[in-house]
């Protein structure tokens, strides 16, 4: 059998981290919500904005329901702002709102990492769901499932599943602080924000990338974990 206490335990500490940032981020947008911004342009106007100074005219802004559920789709290139971030006219609203439209710069611009991170998706979807699926069979039936299989092959897709999961989200930060940076530069010189306002966009922005880096972490440091445990087996 496969110890899984140590792997819970990792993922229940990164867990928790990531619970404690992602509250610290929900606490700061809802404060720096409640201080309108001097321009008064939304979220909606603010990415509107940026993407036409960027001679970027084939993306669409929608508005989506839930909070902080903001994304950039390359897909059918919308940029979609959450319902607050949407009608928000404040420097979290704005800076959130810049940062997707930052990665529709990076697709306009074929920016190298995102075009990985898209190739990577299939893939991390297929690791995460075998992970999961696993996980289950060894809590139903998992004297059967390493009775079947060699527990070193058990150990290898393991291993393989979270160092897909790990290099997605090592690809993930330069893209996500790309976002930021080319977010933050256009809020500096669009001449949409003051500089407190800037300052607090900076923030919003800083707690939203800690997040990506805590999933990163987590990744990797449990692909260690089963990759020593897959040493240990290969030396017994």
């Known amino acids: 059998m496969i110890p899984l206490g140590p792997a819970m335990l990792i993922g229940l500490v990164f867990m928790g981290i990531g619970l404690i940032v992602s509250w610290r981020l929900r606490s700061k947008f809802q404060e720096f919500s409640k201080i309108p911004s001097q321009s008064r342009l939304s979220g909606r106007e603010i990415a509107e ?7 970027i005219y084939d993306v669409r802004v929608t508005c989506i329901p839930g909070q902080l559920t903001d994304h950039y789709n390359p897909a059918d290139k919308t940029v ?3 319902e607050e971030v949407y009608h928000g006219t404040n420097a979290a609203s704005a ?6 439209c930052g990665h529709a710069v990076q697709h306009a611009k074929a920016y190298a990492p995102l075009q990985w991170r898209s190739k990577l998706v299939p893939l991390q979807h297929a690791s995460g769901l075998f992970l999961n699926i696993l996980m289950m069979l060894t809590f139903i039936g998992g004297a059967v499932l390493f009775e079947s299989f060699p527990i070193k092959w058990v150990l290898w897709a393991i291993v393989i599943a979270y160092g897909v999961i ?3 989200s090592l690809v993930t930060l330069p893209v996500e602080f790309d976002a930021s ?24 922005l800083n707690l939203a990338a800690s997040t990506y880096v805590v999933a990163a972490l987590g990744a990797i440091v449990t692909m260690i974990y089963y990759l020593l445990r897959l040493i240990g087996s290969n030396n017994d």
């Open 49 to 55: 904005r940026m993407l036409r100074d960027y001679h």
């Open 166 to 168: 790990a290099l997605f």
């Open 181 to 204: 940076k080319r977010a933050l530069v256009w809020i500096e010189q669009s001449g949409t924000a003051t500089k407190a306002e800037y300052e607090r966009s900076k923030k919003a």
């Open 80 to 82: 979609n702002l959450s």
């Open 95 to 100: 800076a959130i709102a810049a940062h997707e």
